[in-house]
């Protein structure tokens, strides 16, 4: 696609539900990020894949957070059981190369839960 | 890890003013780079400024690595130009860590 594509745009969720968020990253980029927004604040680093392979998952705040990108293209990042200070919104990048200079993202997923 | 801060947290122009914004990092950074996101949430990448001064239109940015700053200079602001401004750079194996943004709103 044209640019990285993240779904839904908002997410709203009752505490404890289980929620999935989507990422979609320019077709042939090897490397995919996650990062976290919390309201105010500058994205937080969350996890990095390099192709399907997750090289990094330093920044998933809890063991309720999970990602995946079997195939190498989607990524998916799960929460289980959410809780209220997850709500933040989740940005994904994607660069051809992993070349950091070279970031492209997406316009996020905008996470509540009441 | 980095500690990057930025200044000033926000930051009010009239339409026309020139502005300059401030980054501040506590280790040597390879890699700086300066982010707008926009009003709907958009990052968009800038500038990648490890060094030196870069131009683009009204937008420049300057590097001083050795004394662990950079500034991003705004001329002629527009309304346009509203929006939160970034800079990140690498630690460790962090691809990027970020500062906490200035927050600009250009009025007509």
């Known amino acids: 696609g044209a640019g990285v594509s993240q779904s839904p745009r908002y997410k709203v969720a009752k505490r404890g539900q289980d929620v999935a968020l989507r990422c979609d990253p320019i077709?042939?980029?090897?490397?995919l990020f996650w990062y976290q927004q919390a309201l105010g604040q500058g994205p937080e680093f969350l996890t990095y894949?390099?192709?399907?392979?997750?090289?990094?998952k330093s920044g998933l705040p809890s063991d309720r957070f999970f990602a995946e990108r079997p195939e190498g293209s989607v990524s998916t990042l799960k929460i289980q059981r959410t809780q209220q200070e997850d709500s933040a919104v989740y940005l994904c990048?994607?660069?051809?190369?992993?070349?950091?200079?070279?970031?492209?993202f997406g316009s996020g997923t905008r996470l509540t839960v009441v | 890890g980095i500690q990057v801060e930025q200044s000033p947290p926000d930051l009010i122009l009239q339409e026309g003013a020139n502005s300059t914004l401030r980054c501040n990092f506590s280790?040597?950074?390879?890699?700086l780079q300066w982010f707008h996101q926009n009003p709907w949430g958009q990052l968009i990448n800038l500038f990648y400024?490890?060094?030196g001064t870069k131009q683009n239109g009204r937008l420049s940015a300057t590097t001083v690595a050795t004394e662990r700053y950079s500034l991003l200079y705004i001329s002629s602001s527009q309304t346009t130009d509203s929006g939160v401004y970034f800079c990140?750079?690498?630690?460790?194996?962090?691809?990027?860590?970020f500062g906490k943004g200035t927050r600009l709103s250009v009025i007509a």
């Open positions: 990140a750079g690498p630690s460790g194996n962090t691809p990027l860590v």
């Open positions: 990048a994607s660069s051809l190369t992993g070349q950091i200079n070279g970031y492209t």
């Open positions: 280790d040597s950074v390879n890699n």
């Open positions: 894949f390099q192709n399907e392979a997750q090289l990094d």
């Open positions: 400024i490890p060094s």
């Open positions: 077709s042939g980029h090897v490397s």
